[in-house]
């Protein structure tokens, strides 16, 4: 499973922890930086390694892009995407 998720959110940019409820907003710049290097498969940023430190104390030093964040992609409408991940453990209880 990927340690970050990065998205665009109407007109913000987001990036989120699966599994928890505080998130990062970024800057379009930021977000753009991300989608290039994750194209590039290049190293996580050293400016996302130190936010995600603060966040949610989770260390990404030295970490690749590929399986580590997803970046998804703006969309032609603007709209949003989420994923749900069902498991094992789950009993199909949600309130959703």
Same mark, same amino acid.
């Given at each position: 499973?990927?340690?970050l998720?990065?998205?665009?959110?109407?007109?913000?940019?987001?990036? &989120?922890?699966?599994?928890?409820?505080?998130?990062?907003?970024?800057? =379009?710049?930021?977000?753009? @930086? $991300?989608?290039s %290097? *994750?194209? &590039?498969?290049?190293?996580?940023?050293?400016?996302?390694?130190?936010? =995600?430190?603060?966040a949610? @104390? $989770?260390?990404l %030093? *030295?970490?690749?892009?590929?399986?580590?964040?997803?970046?998804?992609?703006?969309?032609?409408l603007?709209?949003?995407?989420?994923?749900?991940?069902?498991?094992k453990?789950?009993?199909?209880?949600?309130?959703?």
């Amino acid at each position: 499973m990927h340690a970050l998720i990065a998205s665009p959110q109407q007109r913000t940019y987001l990036v &989120a922890r699966p599994g928890v409820r505080r998130g990062i907003q970024l800057p =379009a710049a930021q977000y753009e @930086e $991300l989608a290039s %290097a *994750g194209a &590039a498969d290049a190293l996580i940023p050293e400016w996302l390694v130190k936010a =995600a430190r603060e966040a949610w @104390e $989770l260390d990404l %030093a *030295g970490r690749p892009m590929r399986g580590n964040i997803i970046v998804r992609p703006r969309t032609r409408l603007n709209y949003s995407r989420t994923t749900w991940e069902l498991n094992k453990g789950c009993n199909f209880s949600c309130i959703h």
